[in-house]
């Protein structure tokens, strides 16, 4: 047994220190790695040891595997190290919530830098997810419509997200899933159930926007903790911030991670279980960005979870549909609690649409289309940060393995914020940084999406913000 810990001990190694080359630029875009031989030589190591790390790395996109040529680098990676904060972690504040963003949500423009540009053809996903939903309502017989649907809601479709998730390595059950009306019904059923006004909740820094209009809404205090930008929430801030302040619940997205596509390690995340149960908090995950994954889909941090702290929230709506609103949430100790807040906030969801989805997942429909899709937000990945290449004033820019969004950092004394209304008059909607921040951080930052094709229209209106930012 000792030998197999060793074993795994010495690829982690190497992976890691071909990771911080291939972040230190030691090997840039397009370079060969050394050989097998060579790195076995150097690191003493086997050939098993060194090409099960190369693979890792190919695994995340980082490394092309090239027939009798060697190991190429396909992405330059970002430093893993945290966006410029303030050195000194910021004491609990009220949250509160940017007319910025009211004014980007109002656009629906929160993925798009472009959204007047929305003609195109239906996904071949959609459209078979619509011949399912329509067949769902032509089945309805009798007095169907004249009931509720369950509390929980409907069996089938809680059976095939079951079975869904039990692949990524999630063992769980239905009756451990309540249906509800997109991630963001889920995250504040969740903290409805574990917070009272006042209490005071750890966020990401930077983080989703939609975190800190819940805690707005429902009179909690937040406390940022730094997140990097490759491996997400810094565990030893953290713990910093329990030290000092009573924390009641933490929020987490540890699959690719809004705005910088940070995916979570599994140290990091048995540590963050570990400091749940030593300070008696509650962990919320937002895993709406999982299924995703331009490889394989990582295991939520509930599938860790042995003490019911976790409470997983999800939805559709990234992975297939904006307008299905259809989500779910595994509330784990509090998920009794969490049914009847349900009840009182949405009362029930649509019967046909949940039958519809579920046939959509049952007949593979879902898988089919979550293998084009993680296709196709790869390639308009790559795309984007090809097109960023060409920015000057760049200091760092997130190279995520998921998710829809990466995340720019421009040269000190940028002001993002100040290109908003210039850009508009362009028909250009950015994201700056500070509405990430409860604190007003990241004013040279901004989140730019992935999720939509790079069209000629597009690719002018991004070299046009550039422009506006003082980057070409």
Not at 172 to 196: D, I, P, Y
Not at 288 to 297: H, L, N, Q, R, S
Not at 352 to 370: K, N, P, T, Y
Not at 402 to 412: K, N, R, V, Y
Request: hydrophobic share 40%; glycine share 8%.
């Amino acid at each position: 047994m000792s030998n197999r810990r060793e074993g795994a001990y010495r690829y982690q190694q190497l992976e890691n220190w071909l990771l911080k080359g291939i972040q230190q630029q030691r090997w840039q875009l397009g370079e060969r790695l050394p050989s097998i031989r060579d790195l076995c030589r150097q690191h003493g190591v086997a050939k098993i040891t060194v090409q099960h790390a190369l693979q890792r790395l190919e695994a995340q996109g980082l490394l092309e595997a090239r027939p009798k040529s060697g190991y190429f680098v396909t992405l330059q990676a970002a430093a893993d190290e945290p966006p410029a904060t303030q050195s000194v972690i910021e004491a609990p504040r009220p949250a509160s919530v940017s007319e910025m963003l009211q004014d980007i949500m109002r656009r629906s423009a929160a993925f798009d830098i472009l959204p007047a540009l929305q003609a195109g053809d239906l996904p071949p996903g959609i459209v078979s997810l619509n011949r399912s939903v329509g067949r769902a309502l032509r089945r309805q017989r009798g007095n169907d419509f004249q009931y509720y649907d369950a509390p929980a809601g409907d069996d089938g479709l809680r059976e095939q997200l079951a079975r869904h998730q039990q692949r990524r390595g999630w063992p769980v059950s239905a009756a451990e899933l309540c249906m509800t009306s997109g991630c963001q019904h889920s995250l504040f059923l969740a903290l409805q159930a574990c917070c009272r006004p006042g209490d005071v909740v750890a966020v990401e820094s930077p983080g989703f926007y939609g975190v800190l209009q819940l805690l707005h809404q429902l009179g909690l205090q937040v406390v940022e903790v730094p997140s990097a930008l490759s491996s997400g929430l810094d565990c030893d801030a953290l713990e910093q911030v329990l030290q000092r302040w009573k924390v009641s619940a933490c929020i987490v997205s540890p699959a690719f991670s809004t705005p910088a596509g940070a995916l979570l390690p599994e140290a990091s995340r048995q540590r963050l279980l570990a400091l749940a149960e030593a300070y008696d908090l509650a962990l919320i995950e937002d895993d709406i960005y999982a299924d995703t994954a331009f490889t394989a889909v990582p295991p939520p941090l509930k599938a860790l979870d042995r003490t019911g702290r976790v409470i997983l929230c999800s939805s559709f709506s990234k992975s297939l549909s904006r307008d299905l609103r259809l989500g779910w949430i595994a509330g784990g100790r509090w998920h009794e609690r969490i049914i009847q807040l349900k009840l009182v906030t949405q009362l029930a969801s649509s019967r046909f649409l949940q039958r519809g989805v579920a046939d959509f997942i049952r007949d593979g429909s879902f898988a089919a289309h979550l293998r084009r899709q993680r296709q196709q937000l790869r390639s308009q990945r790559d795309q984007l940060l090809a097109l960023l290449r060409g920015w000057s004033g760049v200091v760092r820019v997130s190279a995520p393995l998921g998710g829809l969004a990466l995340w720019l950092e421009l040269a000190p004394g940028t002001d993002v914020s100040a290109t908003y209304g210039r850009a508009l008059d362009q028909g250009i909607v950015i994201t700056p940084g500070p509405l990430f921040s409860a604190s007003g951080q990241y004013a040279h930052c901004l989140r730019i999406s992935f999720a939509h094709p790079w069209t000629d229209a597009r690719i002018r209106a991004l070299n046009s913000l550039g422009q506006l930012l003082g980057c070409r």
